[in-house]
Every structure is written in structure tokens, then in C-alpha cells.
């Protein structure tokens, strides 16, 4: 399976913030901006892997700043790091003031998701070449993070988590 470029993956998404996606406060609903971060994040998936995907995990998102109504929200998108079936996606989320020309950041998240053969099942993906900088920061801490997540999911025992023992653990 051909090796496929982090910028490869990358998405795009915009969207307007309107009232019936607001809160009481006026503030975009956490729960819609991560409806929008899961679609851009699948597109993302689909982009490096050419299958459909589904959303296996998200990780802890934070929200640094709200997002005002009638603000744009930008969401950007990559593939930092495929493994066998699934691809961590790294997202990073702006709010944009447009009639005073200010943009901000939100927050940043990572998601993870499977490719599915015709059948529904899980299929092999094709690996993650990093080029920048950014890029090989992402991709070295993805397994790390993947680590993390499988932990608490149940799903490796902490003992088995060799990465995160390095972070930890001097030999």
C-alpha cells in the first residue's frame, strides 16, 4: 500500500455561526462545533484512505475561547498517523469576527477513525508520511496518544503502553 503525504489529507470547513446553533449566552453549542469537527474530520479519513470511515474515538476537546453568533467558524483537518485500520485525525478550530477582522483560536482536538471495507469491516490504510515540522511533532506523538486512548478504552493494560513507559520510566 502506497505511503500517502500528511497534506494529502487536509481539509478546510467554514461555517457561519447562526442562532438555532447558538446557546442562551449566544455562544456556539460545544455539541454542534464538534458535529462540524467530526465532519471535517471524517472527510479528512476519507481523503487519505479513499474508503468510508466511522468514528472510533474522541479525545478530550477544551474549549480555549467561545465562538460568538454571527462569527465563522474555520476548521482545519489532517491525517497525522495511520496504523493498521485506523488514522488519527488532528484538528485545529478558529473563530473568526469578521466585520472587526479578528481571528482566534478555539481549541484543538484528535479523533480517530476506521476504514471499512464493502463488507463493514475494518480495512488496512495506507501510512502517514510527515513533512514538516508540525507534521513529524503530530506523527511522533500519535502513538503515543493512541496509547493513551487504548487504555482507557480497556482495550491494552498499562504495562504494555512501551511508549508511554519511556515518557515515564528510566532505564
Known amino acids: 500500500m502506497q505511503p500517502r503525504k500528511a497534506a494529502e489529507s487536509l481539509i478546510y470547513m467554514t461555517e457561519l455561526v447562526l442562532p438555532n446553533d447558538t446557546n442562551f449566552f449566544g455562544n456556539l453549542m460545544g455539541g454542534r462545533l464538534m458535529y462540524w469537527m467530526d465532519i471535517a474530520a471524517a472527510l479528512s479519513a476519507q481523503k487519505h484512505c479513499n474508503a468510508p470511515v466511522v468514528t472510533a474515538s474522541v479525545d478530550n476537546i477544551s474549549f480555549e475561547s467561545p465562538i ?56 488496512l490504510v495506507p501510512p502517514v508520511i510527515p513533512e514538516t515540522e508540525e507534521e513529524k511533532k503530530l506523527f511522533d506523538g500519535a502513538l503515543r496518544r493512541r496509547q493513551l486512548r487504548l487504555i482507557l478504552g480497556g482495550k491494552l493494560k498499562p504495562d504494555d503502553a512501551t511508549e508511554l513507559k519511556a515518557l515515564f520510566i528510566k532505564e
Not at 498517523?81 to 484543538?108: C, I, P
Open 68 to 123: 460568538r453568533l454571527g462569527n465563522v467558524v474555520h476548521i482545519e483537518a489532517k491525517v497525522s498517523r495511520a496504523f493498521n485500520t485506523s488514522m488519527e485525525v488532528h484538528l485545529k478550530v478558529w473563530g473568526e469576527d469578521v466585520t472587526q477582522r479578528y481571528k482566534y483560536k478555539s481549541n484543538e482536538a484528535y479523533f480517530t477513525f476506521v476504514a471499512l471495507d464493502p463488507n463493514g469491516k475494518p480495512r
